[in-house]
């Protein structure tokens, strides 16, 4: 099946700073999405990016499908960014197959 | 997410005991999925459904887990026998306009005594 790697584990940033979250998948896919997962455990659909790029205020995503990989930016990283990042992956409408995740914590 | 809704938020039962977990997804949309999430193992499918029919339900762990979907709406997802490891928190999404794109509702955490 589908493997999903995500890199880094962990990242701890002081308030303000710009991060590069990454997403290795072993297979061509069709469906690729980010998550942010915050302290109450609800997965937030951040983008839907099988390829290309796409922005959203701070936030932007770009997927290389040829590649195999998928960034997700922060910029100017605010506390209320803090909690887990998912990228996960599938062929279409079924199953995703979910990375084990980055943790950010964004410090005051 | 995108008006999914689960309950129960919180279910503790004791080791032994049969537990249905259920799901409201958003009225129209016709796919359905549970997944789980628990500290060893992450983030898991274990089955979606098209419809009321389920074309996969590869993610099963064991024949005491089963769902069931009625009238393309509400789906519940029963454990048969609940052991501990089966302690989890228990997400189920709907599709969404991208047809796609899967929205997670807030999930029911199960705690198996």
């Known amino acids: 099946g589908i493997q999903v790697e995500q890199s880094p584990p962990d990242l701890i940033l002081q308030e303000g700073a710009n991060s590069t979250l990454r997403c290795n998948f072993s297979?061509?896919?069709?469906?690729l999405q980010w998550f942010h997962q915050n302290p109450w455990g609800q997965l937030i659909n951040l983008f839907y990016?099988?390829?290309g790029t796409k922005q959203n205020g701070r936030l932007s995503a770009t997927t290389v499908a040829t590649e195999r990989y998928s960034l997700l930016y922060i910029s100017s990283s605010q506390t209320t960014d803090s909690g887990v990042y998912f990228c996960?992956?599938?062929?279409?409408?079924?199953?995703?197959?979910f990375g084990q995740g980055t943790r950010l914590t964004i410090n005051p | 997410g995108a008006g999914v809704s689960q309950s129960p938020s919180n279910k503790v039962t004791e080791k032994g005991k049969d537990v249905e977990l259920r799901c409201d997804p958003i009225s129209g949309h016709t796919a359905l999925y549970w997944y789980r999430q628990s500290l060893g193992q992450g983030l898991e499918f274990l089955i979606y459904f098209q419809g009321n029919s389920a074309p996969d339900k590869s993610g099963l762990p064991s024949d005491r887990f089963s769902a069931e979907r009625t009238g393309g709406s509400v789906s519940t997802l029963t454990i048969q026998r609940t052991q501990q490891e089966d302690s989890a928190v228990y997400l189920c999404?709907?599709?969404?306009?991208?047809?796609?794109?899967?929205?997670f509702g807030p999930g029911t955490r199960l705690t198996v005594l």
């Open positions: 990016i099988p390829s």
């Open positions: 999404a709907g599709d969404g306009t991208s047809v796609n794109e899967q929205f």
């Open positions: 996960a992956v599938g062929p279409g409408a079924q199953k995703l197959v």
């Open positions: 297979d061509s896919v069709n469906n």
